[in-house]
């Protein structure tokens, strides 16, 4: 029962905010014909507004996202050519990552090095436990599994603070950047204030969900390595 209730627990911390989120950008997902522009339009208007020198805003397929690197601001293309709340409360969020660019917002450069480091661990991590039946031939023994788990450990482990890391600069990016944008600006009627907030907010609980199954996953592997 207790095994049960805690199962339950679990996957409601895990799937629960996922769930809200694609609920809440689906509800506001609907086109707006009182919108002037699109989400890219906003983005690119925003970007000139604001001289955000050197920004350009394309579509992707991956996700919505700012490159920091390439100075570009993404956009899915739904939120690119959609005339949506949901559409222009992401462009917007986007465009708060480029002013963090711009204004030199270390916790977003800390990230993007993280990133860097995490992916490098990750590629490492999974070679290693590729290997693993072969050290475990090699080693005769056990013990020779210790290498493979601590190095799932370690890129488990980074990939977690990569989210940890990434939850305050997604809060920044929504609430004391793209919010006033939008609400100072005029972009959006009041009626939508709140709701867009609500968009800004279930962004944000996006890296909450996947902090916690890192955070999950590294318990696991330290286990593994107790043993």
Known sequence: MHFLLAAVVLLTLLLGPQ????????????????????????????????????????????????????????LLP???????????????????HALQDQAGYRPLHLRSRLVRIAQGLQRTGTVVMMAAPLLLIASRSPSGLILPLLAGVVSIGAAALVHLVTLPVELDASFKRALPVLEQGGYLPEAD???????LSAAALTYVAASLSGMLNLWYWLRMLRR
């Not at 739904?78 to 708060?96: F, K, P, W």
């Not at 204030?193 to 968009?199: D, E, L, N, Q, T």
């Open 19 to 74: 769930f809200w989120v694609r609920s809440v950008m689906a509800r506001y997902g609907e086109e707006r014909p009182d919108y002037p522009g699109t989400g890219g339009e906003l983005a690119a208007h925003l970007r000139d507004r604001l001289d955000l020198r050197g920004v350009q805003v394309e579509v992707t397929e991956k996700g919505d996202h700012y490159d920091p690197e390439r100075k570009v601001v993404a």
């Open 78 to 96: 739904n939120h690119y050519h959609g005339r949506s709340l949901t559409a222009v409360a992401v462009a917007a969020h986007e465009i708060g």
């Open 193 to 199: 204030h709140r709701p867009a907030r609500r968009i």
